[in-house]
């Protein structure tokens, strides 16, 4: 039985196979789940499902080849009879070894005219094999009850810690249909080693229900030395995430709509906040979904000593308290906070670290800002599970791994911080902090 614990406060009113040989691009001789019965050659691997702008009827798959082998598609069935879907693939802009440490082929399908709330089963198939056969369950189409899994910076030893955290994060929330990540899975975009282990760690998850991913510095190496990020084509190799058609939409800021909730993810380190600002504001005035959450890298109030986040602070803040976001979830800081600025009953930010790389916990920022930072805690690591519902969203922050001196004293598998945010059938919200 989980021990609750809860955090200082102030007074206020979330085993796969994959591609080896980082540098040569040659292929190792295992893939995802196996190759199927009678294969031949060396199948596709590395698949990640992401959700397309309606996952409710389609699906998107994307994947890496050791050859540019012909016949690259997904063929899927559903699990209680019916029509069987081929969706073919495209080719994605190719990377270079020099860029992301590969030059592998990598490609994409999504698969349309799907049944919503349905399960279906699926192979990625090409000339050479096909994977072994793998399940997911589309989207419902209407709100209900579901859950979704978020994690923060996994970054650095990614077949350690940040894989044991999903592990537990998917053994203990199986229902939990969508992961998100907010950015900095890997710490150097060029090293293909470093995207073997976060993929690998993903494993439990990637498969068989949708990843959303924001972008982090680390891979597109902003604030760091010498750069090869080549635009982000290695992030944008492994995952492919909804053209929403709006001007000036490049591919690492998105949205997509999910069972009643809103997701739109930003690209926090991106040369184009201003426009990413007026696709955000588009994004929350035409929503017609039950809730809003919003995922970037780093938020608009940092946690971490000498560290302040002005850009997001001054171009996106303004739109996420305009339009009364549910939810803004974060990494970067490598810490555990979670706030709010102004109304108690307004907007929750939440910062989270899923990684062995930690740093010390830091409220100057928020006090600038005239924000209130409600919960923190440093040294721990932490996977957060997120229940929604017509009426309610249910926010638990759980311990998954201490570092030498953790603050708050905790164990791991509590829930450190919880809070719930419900509405009436008007729409008015009240936060239960």
Known sequence: MRRRVVLARVAVGLGAVLLAACTTGSPSSMDDGGPAEG??????????????????????????????????????????????????????????????????????????????GTSYTYRVENADGATAEQEFTTADDETGRWSFLALGDTQVDNAEVPARIVRTAVDEHPEASLVLQAGDLIDHPYRHDQWLEALDALAPARTTRNVLSSIGNHEQCIMGG?????????????????????????PTWFR????????????????????QAAFLEESLATSEQRWTVVLMHSGPFASRTKRSNATVHAEILPVLEKHDVDLVLSG?????????????????????????????????????????????????????????????????AVAAHLGRDPEPGVREGDVIDELTITKDATGRKNVNW
């Open 39 to 116: 294969a031949e050659g060396t199948p596709p691997a590395a698949v990640v499902l992401t959700p397309s702008a309606d996952p409710s009827t389609s699906q998107t798959f994307t994947w890496r080849s050791s050859t540019d082998a012909a016949g690259q598609q997904v063929t899927l069935e559903p699990v209680d009879g019916g029509g069987r879907v081929v969706a073919q693939a495209e080719r994605k802009e190719a990377t270079t070894v020099a860029e992301s440490g590969s030059d592998l082929p990598a490609y994409t399908s999504t698969a349309t005219d799907l049944r919503p």
């Open 226 to 250: 010498r750069c090869r990020h080549g635009d982000a084509q290695a992030f944008r190799a492994y995952f492919t995430f909804p053209d929403n058609g709006f001007e000036g939409q490049r």
């Open 256 to 275: 997509t709509d999910v069972q009643g909730v809103r997701f739109v993810v930003l690209d926090s380190f991106g040369d184009d906040l201003e426009t």
């Open 332 to 396: 970067h800081d490598h810490v555990y906070s979670r706030g709010f600025e102004g109304d108690p009953d307004g907007t929750v930010f939440a910062a989270s670290n899923s990684g062995p790389k930690v740093y010390e916990l830091d409220d100057a920022d928020w006090r600038r800002r005239d924000a209130t930072r409600v919960a923190g805690a440093e040294q721990v690591s932490t996977y957060q599970v997120v229940d929604v519902s017509e009426g309610e969203l249910r926010y638990r």
